[in-house]
């Protein structure tokens, strides 16, 4: 085995390396940051089954899911577990099958179609 931070790699064996690398990452990009005022356009590999976020069957569907839904927390980051709010003010378990939560007031829909409700 060669040790790359001994210089033990061969100038074709590094770029040959990160011509692969650079290939892995084209391939499947996961998540992009969104912009404001901007249309999204989105490609999948695969035909869309549901848009429904509590179906979506594969893949193809989570891309466009995590691309025009926002959730309501994410995992908290560090050492201790929890969640981080996103569009909630508050979110409480109140038994095994059973999440109350309340909505952030500023969550609306696009181009002027209203307040986003609990309904909704």
């Known amino acids: 085995m ?9 100038r074709r064996s590094f770029f040959a390396a990160l011509g692969a690398f650079g290939a892995a990452a084209m391939v499947a990009p996961r998540a992009a940051l969104s912009q404001d005022g901007k249309v999204l356009t989105l490609r999948s590999y695969s ?3 549901v ?3 509590a179906f979506r069957l594969s893949l193809p569907e989570d891309d ?4 025009i839904f926002a959730p309501l ?5 560090g050492d201790t577990w929890g969640w981080k709010p996103i569009a909630v003010d508050s979110i ?3 038994d095994d099958v059973t999440v109350a939560f ?17 309904e909704d």
Do not use: H, W
């Open 102 to 118: 309340k909505l952030k007031d500023n969550i609306g829909f696009t181009d002027g179609y209203g307040q986003m409700t609990a």
């Open 73 to 77: 927390v994410i995992p908290q980051a």
């Open 2 to 10: 060669k040790n790359v931070l001994l210089g033990d790699v061969s």
């Open 51 to 53: 848009l429904d976020p």
């Open 92 to 94: 409480e378990q109140l």
């Open 64 to 67: 466009i899911i995590r691309s």
């Open 47 to 49: 035909d869309l089954q």
